[in-house]
Nanobody
Framework: QVQLVESGGETVQAGGSLRLSCVAS????????MGWYRQAPGKERELVGT???????NYADSVKGRFTISRDNTKHTMYLQMNDLKPEDTANYYC??????????????WGQGTQVFVYA
């Protein structure tokens, strides 16, 4: 069995920064595409950005220039550096990934989320 665990969510003042982490654990041979999503109260889950196993990254327009996604394949970990946070960034942030355990693919795996609250 494989698992994704997010961490790093906190309450922060607008203009501040946070770094979220997502660690894949279990029997892992490869982690393919990974992504960050978020869901604000009363809203649908939305894409923040994605990163492939070799690096190409896409961002939602709402976070371009403020958020940076990176990954360390040796640690099966993805990061989300969030700068210049705004109250509208308040949401539960989720990690998503496709994981290969050496025998089968675990597609579209989700973590439990980490809460970010930004106050004005």
């Amino acid at each position: 069995q494989v698992q994704l665990v997010e961490s790093g969510g906190e309450t922060v003042q607008a203009g501040g920064s946070l770094r979220l982490s997502c660690v894949a654990s279990g029997r892992i041979a490869m982690v393919n595409d990974m992504g960050w999503y978020r869901q604000a109260p009363g809203k649908e889950r939305e894409l923040v950005g994605t990163i492939t196993s070799v690096g190409p990254i896409n961002y939602a327009d709402s976070v371009k220039g403020r958020f940076t996604i990176s990954r360390d394949n040796t640690k099966h970990t993805m990061y989300l550096q969030m700068n210049d946070l705004k109250p509208e960034d308040t949401a539960n942030y989720y990690c998503n990934a496709d994981i290969f355990d050496g025998r089968i693919w675990f597609r579209d795996q989700w973590g439990q989320g980490t809460q970010v609250f930004v106050y004005a």
